[in-house]
């Protein structure tokens, strides 16, 4: 049995070590307690940009010599920007653990963003944007997640090409300084490794770093707008959109939440796949998921079909959903569980996985679970588990979008009580 570490550093770093001895590489996260959520309201995109730059130069090397020297050491390594966290992940040899720590400490603690980087980095970014106009999904995608968490939450992260416009290599560094230090870094480390040294290799280089600033804790609000909204754009496709309110990992329903959406759209076996696609040919794509930020969740249905089929599958889609409560089977709810189930021993294959796993641990619950726990509560769930879930959490409030060459025709009957909000953008 994992004999897992969680506790916190004097620098303020809070961590969880979870030691396997038989592995041959140490996975490590620090994710820092920021993100697009963090964006100043005029400058969305600015964590974004801070991402993509934060590593292209320090006090002691150029971007170049970072990058040769995480190469030299063999470490496998990403930066990516979330809403509520900016994660640096990476993967290397146990030999090489302090190593690819202190890299990461060189170019955290000291970046000097050069000027040259940061210009590129917004004109990728503008081009990113340009790009996201093409992507019929990716536009549906923006639309959806503004209505569902508002701002910040739902702002896109590259931010609008008015706001990449505005920001300077000061704000940059203004970011950095107002959002980065150990008291808002979580670690998470699975591996060939124990959890003294991950302590005091941790603590040694990141010691120092920052005022001991335990900010970022906090739930970002949520500012969802049920309504009706199309956007039309000449496309052979229409795209469709669906969101309500739902539950967060730590909440006692998030369980059947789960399996609710595992038997919708957990393979090719679901329901929204067979019922939807196979036997009535209505969509092209459709898929059924839940977004988390801590204190918060939101089920999103999506699809993509013809605007002359569009409003038959918009019905369709929700009939589905709501029918689950009255006809579901023990046997899709196993089959559901079982996946579940099966991602999560399969993942423990995965030293990477696991660390990944052990850090949102921290992030939700601010302790390690283990995999018993986990899977107990979604074996535990039921039929009637299910039933209850569905009509404790009603659709009747929820967002639609649809972005294509046709509206939806009036469904103020069904549910969105918002007048349709037309956009041509």
């Known amino acids: 049995m994992i004999e897992y570490v969680h506790d916190s550093l004097p620098c303020g770093i809070e961590y969880g070590v979870a030691p396997y001895p038989g592995r041959r590489v140490v996975s490590f996260q620090i994710r820092v307690l920021s993100g697009s959520s963090a964006d100043p309201m005029d400058k969305g995109g600015l964590a974004r940009l801070l991402v993509e730059t934060i590593d292209k130069g320090t006090q002691k090397r150029g971007g170049r010599e970072l990058s040769d020297a995480f190469d030299a050491i063999g470490a496998s390594w990403r930066i990516g920007c979330g809403r509520e966290t900016l994660t640096c992940s990476t993967t290397v040899l146990p030999e090489h653990f302090e190593q690819a720590v202190a890299l990461h400490a060189e170019y955290l603690r000291s970046p000097t963003f050069p000027l040259d980087a940061f210009e590129v980095n917004v004109d990728l970014a503008k081009q990113e944007l340009l790009a996201l106009e093409d992507d019929a999904q990716g536009v549906a995608d923006k639309m959806i997640m503004w209505r569902a968490f508002g701002s910040p939450l739902g702002r896109h992260p590259l931010g609008e090409t008015e706001s990449l416009d505005r920001m300077t290599r000061e704000d940059l560094q203004q970011f950095w300084q107002a959002q980065f ?140 959903v709501d029918r689950l409560a009255e006809d579901i089977e023990a046997e899709e709810l196993e089959r559901a569980v079982t996946g579940m189930v099966s991602s999560l021993e399969t993942r423990g294959d995965s030293t990477n996985s696991r660390c990944n796993e052990l850090g949102t641990d921290l992030f939700y619950f601010g302790r390690p679970r283990r995999d018993e726990e986990k899977i107990d509560r979604i074996r535990a769930v039921s039929v009637d588990d299910i039933r209850r879930y569905l009509n404790t959490y009603p659709r009747d409030r929820r967002c639609v979008v649809t972005l294509g060459p046709k509206a939806l025709a009036d469904i103020s009957d069904d549910g969105c009580a918002v007048a349709s909000e037309q956009g041509s953008k």
């Open 181 to 320: 230090g150990a008291g808002r870094m979580l670690v998470s480390v699975a591996g060939a490794i124990d959890a003294q040294t991950v302590a005091e290799v941790f603590q040694r280089n990141f010691d120092g770093f920052g005022a001991f600033d335990r900010t970022g804790r906090d739930f970002v609000p949520v500012e969802f707008a049920p309504g009706v909204m199309h956007r039309n754009k000449d496309l052979e496709q229409e795209q469709i959109g669906i969101c309500w309110p739902g539950v967060d990992p730590t909440h006692e329903d998030f369980p059947p939440q789960q399996a609710m959406l595992g038997v919708l759209s957990g393979g090719m076996s679901s329901r929204l796949f067979t019922e939807i696609r196979e036997k009535q040919g209505l969509v092209y794509w459709v898929n059924a998921w839940q977004e988390t930020p801590r204190g918060t969740g939101m089920i999103f249905l999506c699809a993509s079909t013809t605007p002359q089929r569009c409003d038959q599958t918009y019905k369709t889609l929700m009939r589905e």
